[in-house]
């Protein structure tokens, strides 16, 4: 059973969810907090797998929310759920650590194959803003004369994620790098495979995360 904690400022809220979430077979909603201190406060004292947080609430949001779980000794992935489609406000989120961003509109299935895939430890974006982060979160400069690496992908490799980061499209890419988008989408291909990603949302969303972590 994965356990999940919903922490929500509106009680109907807190409780709808509670019910949708319990009728999974594979989700155990464990508590419910009204704002991130309390959510904090709670993980603290019950093992919890998964935080779904809304990310604007009083007392304390789910950004800075997000901040203090993900500093716990054994911190939870935390997926934001809100209504809000606030650039500053995912960004934030991102950067103190949250595995994933939803939003409210979407289907209870969503919301529920959504924490499965954080739980397993991947990290989800509602497509509608992924294509937005790489604008949102400042590009990385790799030291002079050092050239960014990441393990396990070659010089070209680490090229591709990071302009797919910075989101341009395979032919845009090919453009650019002066290859066929054949080549681009091999690349892309052996990219996936090495890190274990679906697609190339994943890929720039890895990125943005090990840069910012």
Do not use: W
Not at 48 to 68: A, S, W, Y
Request: net charge negative; charged share 25%.
């Amino acid at each position: 059973m994965i356990k999940v904690l919903v922490v929500d400022d509106d009680p109907f809220i807190r409780e709808s969810m509670k019910v949708i979430l319990d009728l999974d077979n594979d989700l155990h909603v464990a508590g419910i907090c009204g704002n991130g201190h309390d959510a904090v406060a709670f993980v603290r004292q019950t093992a919890v797998d998964v935080v779904l947080m809304d990310i604007r609430m009083p007392v304390c949001d789910g950004v800075e929310g997000t901040k203090l779980l993900r500093a716990l000794e054994t911190p939870p992935a935390v997926l934001i759920l809100t209504t809000f489609d606030d650039d500053e406000y995912i960004a934030q989120a991102i950067r103190n650590g949250a595995n994933g961003y939803l939003l409210k509109n979407v289907p209870p299935s969503r919301i529920i194959s959504g924490i499965k895939t954080v739980y397993e430890g991947n990290v989800l974006i509602h497509p509608d803003i992924a294509r937005k982060l790489a604008g949102m979160l400042e590009t990385p400069r790799a030291e002079p004369g050092k050239p960014l690496t990441i393990n396990g992908l070659t010089p070209a490799e680490v090229q591709i994620v990071q302009l797919i980061a910075d989101g341009q499209s395979n032919k845009e890419m090919a453009a650019s790098l002066f290859l066929s988008e054949g080549t681009v989408k091999n690349y892309i291909t052996e990219i996936l495979n090495k890190l274990a990603l679906r697609d190339r949302t994943q890929i720039a969303i890895f990125y943005l995360k090990l840069i910012h972590q």
